[in-house]
């Protein structure tokens, strides 16, 4: 039986690929990304483990942006190191004017998250899960150990 080990990359089709790519190149390297490989209409960009591709839509699909509600992409996650990257997400997608469309906050339990909008209006988001629960069963564990 074949295992998947990893997502290896996403591609999206973006309505203009000079402003998309100004938008994901600030975005990616904020995040610790590099382009991974460039040609005349595509881009991709890779922190090692996760890569993300963009190619211009189309004649027919430059007509019209994402709606969320479409069939097909809903939203991208990515997973960030604590809390603190959440608030740095945002405030650095805020000074660059993008559309935060549901602002940092716990979302559900133990799930803060931001999530913003591309030029193209395919929402992202900036998550981290779990830091409660991480926090509380470390100070268990020193308080189990003394």
Do not use: C
């Amino acid at each position: 039986m074949s295992r998947v080990v990893g997502i290896d990359h996403l591609v999206i089709r973006v309505g203009n690929y000079r402003k998309s790519k100004e938008f994901y190149g600030a975005l990616f390297k904020f995040l610790g990304f590099e382009v991974s490989d460039e040609y005349d209409q595509a881009i991709g960009w890779t922190n090692g483990q996760t890569r993300f591709w963009i190619y211009p839509a189309d004649a027919k699909g430059r007509k019209h942006k994402h709606r969320d509600g479409d069939i097909g992409f809903h939203h991208y996650a990515f997973q960030l190191r604590s809390r603190k990257d959440v608030d740095a997400l945002q405030a650095f997608r805020k000074r660059r004017k993008a559309r935060i469309v549901d602002a940092a906050a716990e979302h559900y339990d133990d799930y803060y998250a931001v999530f913003f909008l591309d030029p193209d209006g395919h929402k992202l988001e900036g998550v981290k899960y779990g830091e409660r629960r991480a926090k509380a069963a470390k100070k268990g564990a020193r308080k189990r150990d003394s």
